[in-house]
């Protein structure tokens, strides 16, 4: 999306499942020692399609979720 964000998409994914995926990406980054960077650890807004998303609110959705994840103490998983 930009600067240190990135936006993956899950077609027919429901947002528990979407949830999941999220958990063990962060997992996966979480115990990865990168050899430059040392530990490194990421947060994750999720969100998904309702009947009445447009394109922009599903990822304005993720995007106040990632925000709300950064605020209680990053390192996390926060859904919208």
Known sequence: MGGEEFLII?????????????????KAVEMNPFTKAGQVTISLGVSAF????????????????????????RNRVAVM
Request: aromatic share 2%; glycine share 2%; hydrophobic share 30%.
């Open 10 to 26: 899950l077609p027919d994914t429901r947002l528990e499942e979407a949830t999941v995926m999220a958990e063990r990406l962060r």
């Open 50 to 73: 309702k009947t009445d998303s447009s394109p922009e609110t599903i990822v304005s959705r993720a995007d106040t979720a990632l925000y709300q994840a950064k605020e209680k103490g």
